[in-house]
């Protein structure tokens, strides 16, 4: 089920300030411990989203594609559980008590929430940026 544009609410401009993570710099005020205590987590994350998709790529990928399912969730909750004991979960919200958004999203539309990388598709084109943080699809339907 999709939501039409004009039910959601539109954030003003002014009222929109949405904040974002920046993993690089809070990456270097860690310790080298607390790097490779992450970055080990990170790894054997990356390692089982390519087991995962290995099934795709080979006739005899059924196994690894299955077991590197299987291991995403545990990798993940590994990696998770890592980084909330280290940082802590409330590093990743903002003082308005919104998530922040990593930075490598960019900007994203304060309706709809398309980025550069997850444009809305409309009568077969992308949207593009109509204003800060907001995208030309959902400034059509709020002019």
Wanted: hydrophobic content about 35%; charged content about 20%.
């Amino acid at each position: 089920m999709t939501t039409d544009r004009r039910d959601l609410p539109i954030l003003m401009a002014e009222e929109f300030r949405p904040g974002t993570f920046d993993g690089a710099a809070v990456w270097a005020t860690l310790t080298p411990e607390q790097q490779a205590e992450i970055g080990s987590r990170a790894l054997e994350y990356v390692a089982a989203c390519e087991a995962m998709s290995y099934g795709g790529y080979s006739d005899v990928g059924m196994p690894w594609s299955r077991a590197g399912e299987a291991s995403i969730d545990a990798a993940q909750s590994e990696l998770e559980n890592c980084v909330d004991s280290i940082l802590g979960t409330e590093s990743f919200y903002g003082p308005d008590e919104h998530p922040l958004l990593p930075s490598c999203v960019g900007m994203f539309c304060r309706v709809c929430g398309c980025s550069h990388e997850d444009a809305c598709i409309t009568d077969g084109e992308a949207c593009s940026w109509a204003d800060d943080y907001l995208c030309s699809a959902c400034a059509e339907v709020d002019a």
